[in-house]
C-alpha cells in the first residue's frame, strides 16, 4: 500500500516510490521537493523562515531555508538519491494579507522563495518548476511514483509541476 | 540557550494572563451579540503554550477552510489578533450582519467582505479595550485585512513572525458560538516576542 508521508510546518521528510509525500496548507511558507528520477526517491521541506543567521531560535534545522535543505539532501541520499540526478520544484511562498503599509514582515513570502533559490543554486541543485507568490495557500504533494509535484488550493485550482 | 520566555511562564503569570483573555474575550462576545442580536456563549478562554506546528490543529488542521480577520496591535506590546470562522460560519455571520436569511450567502462580495473585517475590527478594539485598561497601555489596532483559505496559510503570518525567536507560541483563544451553532469561531491573540514580557510587567507579576 502507497503510504502518504505527512510533513508539517518547519518539517521535513523523505520517501520512496511508491509513496507520496505532503504538506497542507502552505501560506508565506514554502515547500521545497526533491526527486531523483532514476531511484524514485525524493523528499519535502516545509520551511518557514529565509535565514537562520538571523534568527534566534535554531534548533529545529527544518525551520529555515539555508538548513533545511542540507538535512534534506541527506536523507534523500539515505534513501538511495543520487545528487547528481536530483531536481528540486518549490511552490508556497505567499502574502497572505495585504496592507496598505507592507512592512518586511509582511514580504515574507517572496523572501523565503528568494532565499531557497539561491540555497539550491549554492548547493548546485537545478530548480526545474516553482508555483510561488499571490495571495492564497497551498497544499502540496510530491508523488514519488512519477516526480509529478500538485499543488492544490481553494479559488485557483490544482497545478501540476 | 536561555530557556523559551512562554516556556517558562509561573502558575500566577498564566492565571493573570487568562484572566485578562476571559475579560478582553467577554467584551468582544457582547459586541458580537449586540451586532447579530443573539446570544452569544463564549468558552473560557484558553492559554495555550503551543509547538508553532501545532497551532493550525486548534482550528481543526492546516487544510480547514477558514475566513480571517488579522490586524496588527501598535503599542508598547505590539501584538497580532486573528479572529477566525469556519467557512459557514463566515457566512451565517455576515447573513446575520446584513439582515438576510440565514443561508442565502455561499460567496462573498466586496460589500460582505467589509462586514466581516469591520466585525472583526469591532471584535479586536473591545478586546483591547479591556486589555488596555488592565494594564495602562494605549493598545491600537491596525485596519483589519481579511482572508479566505486555508488554516494553516492563514496562520502562517502569525507563526512566522514568532518562529524567529522561538519553536512554541502563547496562544489566548476563546470559542464563540450563537445558540443555534451556526456561527462558531476562534479569536486569538498572539503577543510579539517581547511583548509578552512588557504585559506582564504592567501586571506587576513580572519578578
Known sequence: ?161 | MEKEEVLSLSPMQLDALREIGNIGAGNAATALSQIINRKIDMSVPRLNILPLSEVPDVVGGADTMVAGVYLRVFGPAPSSILFLLPRDSAFSLVDMAMGRENGTTEVLNAMDESALMEIGNILAGSFLNALSYFTKMTLLPSLPALAMDMAGAILSVILIQLGQVGDYALVIETEFATEANDVRGHFFLIPDPGSLGVILNTLGVNE
Open chain 1, 1 to 161: 500500500m502507497p503510504e502518504l508521508i505527512k510533513v508539517g510546518m518547519a518539517d521535513l521528510k523523505a520517501g520512496k516510490n511508491p509513496d507520496s509525500i505532503i504538506s497542507y496548507g502552505l501560506g508565506s511558507c514554502v515547500g521545497i521537493a526533491l526527486y531523483d528520477p532514476q531511484t524514485k526517491v525524493g523528499g519535502l521541506a516545509h520551511i518557514m523562515l529565509p535565514d537562520s543567521t538571523q534568527a534566534r531560535a535554531t534548533d529545529n534545522k527544518a525551520k529555515f531555508a539555508d538548513t533545511a535543505l542540507p538535512v534534506l539532501l541527506d536523507e534523500v541520499l539515505a534513501l538511495g538519491g543520487s545528487r547528481s540526478r536530483l531536481t528540486a520544484k518549490i511552490a508556497g511562498g505567499s502574502q497572505m494579507f495585504s496592507f496598505a503599509q507592507a512592512t518586511d514582515v509582511m514580504r515574507i513570502g517572496d523572501r523565503n522563495a528568494e532565499a531557497v533559490r539561491a540555497v539550491l543554486k549554492s548547493m548546485s541543485i537545478r530548480l526545474v518548476a516553482e508555483d510561488v507568490g499571490g495571495n492564497y495557500g497551498r497544499t502540496v504533494e510530491l508523488l514519488l511514483d512519477s516526480g509529478a509535484f500538485l499543488i492544490k488550493t481553494v479559488n485557483k485550482g490544482e497545478n501540476r509541476l
